[in-house]
Every structure is written in C-alpha cells, then in structure tokens.
C-alpha cells in the first residue's frame, strides 16, 4: 500500500473515532474558519479591580468599577456575570450607584450617560432625559422610588422609577434620599447609604 494512501485511512479513522467520541468540530457543512470555537464561547477579559462605587440592595451587593458593573448575590454567596457596554451599559466606566431596596432594580451612572438595570429580568434599560454626559451622583427617596441624578451639574428627576427623568428646578431634599452623598452636601450622620 502506497504512503499517500496510508495517511488517507488513518485521516478517516481518526475522524470517525472523533465523531464517536462526541469531539470538537463544527457540524457538517459549518465551513467556519475556526472549526473548534463558536461565537458564543468568545470571553473578553476586563480589569474589574477598581472599585469607583458601591452600593446593595436585599439580596445584591453592586460595585461599580472602571470595566463595568460587578455583582455578588449575597444570599448564594455567589458572583453573577459582570454587566458592560456590550450588555447595554452607556460605557464601561461606572461614576455613580444606587439600588432600589424593593425591587433590586439598580440605577447605573456612567461617564457617557445613565442606565438601570432591571433586576426581575436582568436586563439594562437606557434611560431618557439626561444628556449623555457624566453621572456625577446619584440618590433615591425609598419612599416612592422617585429617582435623581446630578449630570453636568444639573439634577434630574424622575418619580417613581420611571426610565424617563426630567430636569428638575430644585435641589434634591438630601436628608430622605438613599445613596452617596458627599460629606459637603448633606450632615454625614443623617446621610443613609443604600
């Protein structure tokens, strides 16, 4: 038996033990041009080690970092996939947090804009009103959900929770509100962190 005929065989067996054995490889007629890998298994690897906000609601603990959203699930004591720019966030550099302690629903502040992620069904919604410019602060009334957010200076308000914020006149009441509130605005001992 000639070499070239050999190697045929052994090409041929070598396949089939691999097909039996359930191994790597598209399906028949993929013609990817990376045969062992698919879309879905691609992993982008982010430095999520700087923390720029904090915040947690019943059950999740938030933190906000230079590559994006990170989470713990307190009551498994488990880390949840991260949320990024490829989820729907704005950008990837989270500047401000805060939780609704009911819903769980967290309200995103990034360097280009505002995002809530939607806890129930894990899914971030943009949120409308505010330009698309830095989220300085962000606070919360536990009472009636109502939202605000300081953008380019200027705050914003939505009641309720509603994913679409208006520009408000006034000053937030910083003595009911939830969230970071910098030592200079508010009495530090009154301030209540989410």
Do not use: H, K
């Not at 067996?13 to 097909?19: D, E, I, M, R």
């Amino acid at each position: 038996m000639r070499p070239a005929a050999r190697v045929a065989i052994f090409a041929t067996l070598a396949g089939c033990a691999t097909a039996r054995a359930g191994g790597g490889g598209p399906p028949p007629g993929d013609g990817s041009p990376y045969p062992y890998s698919r879309a879905n298994e691609w992993v982008t690897i982010r430095d999520f080690r700087y923390v720029t906000a904090v915040t947690a609601s019943q059950s999740l603990a938030f933190f906000g970092t230079t590559a994006g959203l990170e989470r713990l699930d307190t009551l498994r004591d488990r880390w949840l996939a991260p949320v990024t720019a490829a989820d729907g966030l704005p950008d990837d550099r989270v500047t401000a947090l805060v939780a609704e302690p009911t819903t769980g629903d967290v309200w995103i502040g990034t360097a280009r804009g505002l995002a809530r992620l939607a806890a129930f069904i894990d899914v971030v919604e943009p949120v409308f009103g505010p330009p698309p410019f830095r989220v300085d602060r962000l606070l919360l009334d536990p009472r009636d959900g109502t939202v605000w957010a300081q953008v380019g200076g200027l705050w914003w308000r939505g009641p309720n929770g509603s994913p679409v914020l208006e520009r408000s006149g006034d000053r937030p009441p910083f003595e009911r509100l939830v969230g970071s509130v910098p030592v200079d605005v508010g009495r530090p001992n009154r301030a209540a962190l989410a």
